[in-house]
Nanobody, 127 residues
Framework: QVQLVESGGGLVQDGGSLRLSCAAF????????MGWFRQAPGKEREFVSA????????RYADSVKGRFTISRDNAKKTVYLQMNSLSPEDTAVYYC????????????????????WGQGTQVTVSS
């Protein structure tokens, strides 16, 4: 079993920055692909970013590329999402999730590829 706990969400002004953290408990974190997804009110959950087991390979949704950075610290069993140049369009509940595969693949970019999910953390960007 894997438990994921997100933190770091909150209210930030347009153009501001925020860093989300996701701590993992149980499982073999260092062998998992980790991903971030988000869901805005009335919208579908969408892919944000993913990172392979070592942190050497990352991928981002076009909507956040150049603004967000995903990273991981396997010793701390934690994955991060640094969010810069935030816009009100980024307002959503952000979820981290673990994928049993160690390498990025097509399943890394869909919520269906992930087995465990955190409770979510709210990010609100004011205009």
């Amino acid at each position: 079993q894997v438990q994921l706990v997100e933190s770091g969400g909150g209210l930030v002004q347009d153009g501001g920055s925020l860093r989300l953290s996701c701590a993992a408990f149980g499982g073999t974190f260092s062998t998992y692909v980790m991903g971030w997804f988000r869901q805005a009110p009335g919208k579908e959950r969408e892919f944000v970013s993913a990172i392979n087991w070592s942190g050497g390979t990352t991928r981002y949704a076009d909507s956040v590329k150049g603004r967000f950075t995903i990273s991981r610290d396997n010793a701390k069993k934690t994955v991060y999402l640094q969010m810069n140049s935030l816009s009100p369009e980024d307002t959503a509940v952000y979820y981290c999730a673990s994928n049993p595969n160690p390498w990025l693949s097509g399943t890394s970019y869909s919520s269906q590829g992930y087995d465990y999910w955190g409770q979510g953390t709210q990010v609100t960007v004011s205009s």
